[in-house]
């Protein structure tokens, strides 16, 4: 019998958004800070990964637009991972915002050395008066660079959960997964996050006593 929740339980957003990253935003456009990331994705070898981080600079609901511009010139395809939907190259993030949210988008990118793409954001004051300003993308030298233990916890938990959201739930994927949540738990110090981890070393446990 299967101990772990049923596989529609799994929802990768959730898992992805259990901390706050502890990476400064790279630009704060009003109240709101911007934070992106690109490294390998663990499922599949021909993709790349995007983390997307939006945060509250203040306390309570932001109001803004942000948009993911993805240059097709450099970007084939991009999927959100865990809704299984089609970026379709400008993606709308949200128009409401309270502390910080993550997201991550599946990438099947054309070689090239241009950037990817930007997010743009729009801020809009209680007086009316709106703020802008962008971030861009990653281009291709940055995808070889070491990556923060911020993406390194949002891509483990993101397979973690693709994983416990599938019928077969294979062994040799979770132990890899495992191998990762193993190496961060000596450097995350935050009760959630090391939670999360420490189940993922329990779902490990368990199928190998199987």
Known sequence: HDKLPAPDQFDVAAWV??????????????????????????????????????????????????????????????????????????AEVGDQLEGSRTWLYELELIPGEEKLGSINLEFMGADGATQSGYLPLGSKPLLNRAISSDFETARTLAAFARWGAKGDRDLERLVEISHSARALLTEVKIAKIRYALDAILIAEEFFMSR
Do not use: F, H
């Open 17 to 90: 958004n259990l901390t706050e990253p502890n990476s400064g935003p790279q630009v704060v456009v009003g109240k709101v800070g911007a934070y992106t990331e690109v490294g390998s994705c663990p499922w599949n070898v021909d993709r790349s990964l995007l983390m997307v981080n939006l945060r509250a600079v203040d306390e309570g609901r932001v109001p803004l637009k942000a948009e993911l511009n993805l240059d097709p010139a450099r970007v084939k395809s991009a999927i959100m991972v865990g809704a299984g939907e089609s970026a379709n190259l400008v």
